[in-house]
């Protein structure tokens, strides 16, 4: 097949075949409307996130987007490079091929898609950027290194940056198609009726998880192309990409999934696997940058206390977790605190844990320094060592100004603590660090 032909199967708009977009392009995502709008940025928009968690969905809501205000459809080039015809081909053939048969000399919005596999990316975005092409870049990749020290030095002053995350519980309650009321809900006020619903939106939320394609898998399908992502990740974003020739980081992931929640240190895990201490310290930087994991630090401010302490692991989806996690019962704890978790990264708030006698779950830091300590209790049956946490901490030198503790139903101001269910608090008015 000739190359026009391969880049013309991904670019079916060329051909009027308008409804293959309206069908790639999916359902948007309002909390990532700011990304649609860096195409009038001369910038590269560079989106980054866990495989399959919609890049390429908004990558072709750009594309719709385009055309919808009148660009012509030639005009618009998407690359996956996912595609093995694709990807052993240089860029720059690519791009010359497209300019030579599609479009000679009008200006192009140039999508390329799982960038990550194609070496010297950057450096071919750079030239095009520093001769002043007329192009728009828009770059996506399944991994963190597309912004480490050497890209992100490389572009500096040339990118805009976006990472995209499952649906969070605010979008799925969208997606179920539940609309409570705005403006009452911020008042903390809530139908029975609605209530009923958000509540079992989240019992399916906390256990399948907000992949966006999962939502719509039959129920039957779900665990096993959860199963299926969770492979693709390993395989394709850790295996491959780092010349593994072993499934050791498959059973360590598997492990770290089963434990989520849990204290993390390279002696516990060696001792409970046969991995040495740089396979395993090699290994969980690789899941950081594949988004499949986060860690996060005991708070100090010492920052030799903070690295000697152990980590805490978290997964990046419930219903990945619970697909590939060896468990014999709902973790209905673990996986509260792991959804807690994820939402503080979605409101992009700088975020640790602590322990002294009782422990703290979640310690915020925000821009004035002041600190905000959360528990997760999901259960209505508060264990004293939740609270006797909360206020052990805030009796340390430091500036806690607030403490939660996150719920199942009960919602009380009591000791100066606030508690708040865990749907109120996921769906509350978001507060800027």
Known sequence: MALIDVLGEWNPW????????????????????????????????????????????????????LIEKGTDPKNILLVNFEDEALCEKPIEELYEEYKQKINQDRKAFIFLDEVQKKQGWEKWLRKKYDLRTDAKFVVSGSSSHLLKKEYSTLLT????????????????????????????????????????????????????????????????????????????????????????????????????????????????????????????????????????????????????????????????????????????????????????????????????????????DFVIKKADNSLEAINVSYTDEINEREIKGLQEFKKQKNKTKKLTLITKNTEKKENGINFIPLWKWLLEKEVKA
């Open 14 to 65: 060329w051909f009027e075949k308008k409804e293959a977009l309206e069908e790639l392009s999916g359902i948007e995502r309002p909390e990532y409307k700011n990304i649609l709008d860096t195409l009038d940025l001369r910038e590269t928009t560079v989106i980054t996130g866990v495989r399959r968690s919609g890049k390429s969905t908004i990558m072709y809501q750009m594309a719709r987007q």
């Open 157 to 360: 002053g040339r990118i805009v940056s976006f990472e995209i995350m499952p649906l969070g519980f605010k979008e799925f309650i969208k997606f179920s198609r539940l609309s409570p009321d705005k403006k009452m809900l911020e008042k903390g006020i809530v139908s029975k009726q609605d209530r009923f619903k958000i509540q079992n939106a989240l019992e399916n939320y906390l256990e399948e998880g907000g992949f966006p394609e999962i939502f719509f898998k039959d129920p039957k399908q779900k665990r096993l192309v959860l199963t299926n992502y969770f492979e693709d990740i390993i395989f394709k974003d850790v295996v491959d990409r780092f010349n593994i020739k072993s499934r050791k980081p498959k059973e360590l992931a598997k492990y770290l999934a089963t434990n989520v929640t849990g204290k993390t240190s390279l002696r516990s895990l060696r001792e409970t696997t046969d991995l040495s201490y740089g396979q395993i310290k090699e290994y969980l930087g690789y899941y950081l940058e594949a988004f499949l994991f986060f860690e996060i630090n005991h708070f100090s401010y010492s920052l030799k206390e903070q690295k000697t302490r152990p980590s805490k692991i978290y997964c990046i989806d419930n219903g990945l977790r619970n697909a590939v996690a060896f468990k014999f019962s709902k973790d209905e704890g673990k996986l509260a605190e792991n959804t807690v978790l994820l939402e503080l990264k979605r409101r992009n708030l700088e975020t640790y844990y602590w322990k002294n006698k009782n422990e703290v």
